[in-house]
């Protein structure tokens, strides 16, 4: 079997156990909702600065809230399910490819989910969203990265739920600064290829380095 | 003699240090922010340290990861520890600096927020060290994170030329020559500094190292004498 047929088997088969529990549409995405509504009542309700503060507070709830759908549960195997994966003879690098591939298509489906709530609650510019269909992809193929390098290192730990959002939101600062920023340029008329060439590259390191790192990683999970 | 030998880093970094302090608080001040600049000569090296530290915590993480051999990840976890408490001590020189010269302790400026955020991400990679017991899977984990970690650091670094905000851009060449002088010379002090800190940290994760062997003996030995083979005799006697 193909590395890239490989990846996607793998892909396919966290996508379907997610499926099955739809914990992000249904779990994470209400629970991010609620997050959006209780922002206001502590800021103030006033609908210019919400307006103003609207792009902003998205970006931080994808970053925030995306990590539970990073520490979801489809996203862990459990022993048996990874030594049969090993036993498959699953290359770790596909297998790193696929969990990525998988884990930015439901961040993906969470920030477009969440879109919408956003817009109907702070009335956002929305000047040039076309450019979303850039920005959305590649900062929720960054935070799937992320979540697979640093889910990796924290696989079968019993810290795993405090540990892993302790790394994942800080080294997420380049995805944030990228898509905010590229908004606001966007506001102001400047150029936002910067900032897409910041996250793209972001993307690209993580991608290189997680590639690099999967076969060390899998002999580190026992 | 022998002491000179043995001790030439200890020695040294005294002396260095020592002439880094007479000249930083004798040397003229800035003529516009008076004694208060004198903070340049610890926080400036306490920052450029901090990118040092975690430079070797990259090398030690991918040597580790090339040859497996453990001295790579005491030297990776040793540096990313005094890293640590350098970008504590920039952050905190920095505030006190700003108090006088903004106007208040801190600042949503982007140096600020990008260093503060990389003091966290180094602190989840030393929380990630104890979180694992097992000394090469600690090693294996620590080495990746310690890679990831690193792509923070030329954020931290352009974030003066990508926002152009209330923190200055890199002035090692556009200040005057005696300041300029005393920073380079405070830069080296701290590099002496941390080197010394560096090699006694080795030192004790070293102790640390054969202390862990000796408990984890210890609890074998343990296990060992209350998990015991079957005896066929009373096997058949309970048979």
């Given amino acids: 079997m193909s590395f890239w047929r490989q990846a996607f088997e793998i892909a396919r088969k966290d996508l379907l156990v997610e499926s099955r529990t739809a914990e992000v549409a249904l779990m994470t995405v209400p629970f991010a909702a ?13 609908a210019p600065l919400l307006t103003d503060l609207g792009p902003g507070l998205f970006w931080v709830v994808v970053l925030l809230f995306g990590v539970l759908v990073i520490l979801r549960k489809s996203a862990v195997d459990g022993g048996p399910q990874r030594d049969l994966v090993r036993l498959l003879g699953i290359d770790p ?9 998988a884990t930015s298509l ?28 850039i920005i959305l992809p590649l900062v929720a193929t960054g935070m799937g990265l992320l979540g697979s390098l640093t889910g990796g290192v924290t696989t079968s730990l019993g810290t795993r739920t405090s540990l892993t959002p302790l790394l994942i939101a800080p080294l997420a600062l380049p995805l944030l600064l990228g898509a905010t920023q590229a908004l606001e340029s966007l506001e102001r008329g400047r150029s936002i290829l910067p900032w897409l060439a910041l996250l793209a590259a972001v993307d690209l390191a993580l991608a290189v380095t997680g590639v690099l790192a999967a076969r060390p990683l899998e002999e580190a999970i026992i | ?38 903070i340049m000569y610890v926080h400036v090296p306490a920052a450029w340290l901090a990118f040092l530290a975690f430079g070797v915590t990259v090398v030690g993480s991918v040597a580790w990861l090339r040859s497996g051999k ?36 801190w600042t949503w400026e982007p140096r600020l927020v990008t260093t503060a955020l990389l003091f966290f991400i180094y602190l989840g990679y030393l929380a990630l060290r104890r979180a694992v017991i097992d000394p090469v899977e600690r090693a294996r984990r620590s080495a ?30 556009s200040i005057d020559a005696p300041l300029r002088v005393t920073l380079w010379l405070a830069v080296l002090a701290f590099t002496f500094a941390y080197a010394v800190m560096l090699r006694r940290r080795l030192e004790l994760s070293l102790l640390e190292a054969a202390l ?14 209350a998990v015991v083979a079957p005896s066929l005799e009373k096997a058949g006697h309970h048979g």
């Fill in chain 1, 34 to 46: 609620v997050g959006l509504i209780l922002i206001p009542l502590a800021i103030g309700t006033d």
């Fill in chain 1, 93 to 101: 690098a596909a297998r790193f490819a696929g969990a990525t591939l």
């Fill in chain 1, 106 to 133: 439901l961040v993906l489906l969470f920030e477009v989910l969440l879109g919408p709530v956003v817009i109907a609650l702070y009335n956002p510019a929305l000047d040039g969203w076309g450019w979303l269909f």
């Fill in chain 2, 1 to 38: 003699m022998k002491f000179l030998r043995t001790r030439w880093l200890e020695v040294t970094a005294l002396l260095v240090v020592g002439a880094a302090v007479v000249r930083g608080v004798t040397v003229a001040a800035d003529v516009t922010q008076g004694d208060v600049q004198r």
């Fill in chain 2, 70 to 105: 453990p001295h790579w990840d005491r030297l990776a976890a040793s540096s990313a520890e005094i890293g640590v408490v350098f970008t504590g001590l920039a952050i905190v020189a920095g505030m006190i600096w700003a108090r006088p010269v903004w106007g208040q302790f």
């Fill in chain 2, 144 to 173: 990746i994170m310690g890679i990831v970690a690193f792509i923070q650091i030329p954020i931290v670094y352009q974030s003066v030329n990508w926002w152009r905000s209330l923190h200055q851009t890199s002035s090692r060449n």
């Fill in chain 2, 212 to 225: 862990e062997l000796r408990q984890l003996e210890g609890s074998q030995a343990v296990a060992g004498a």
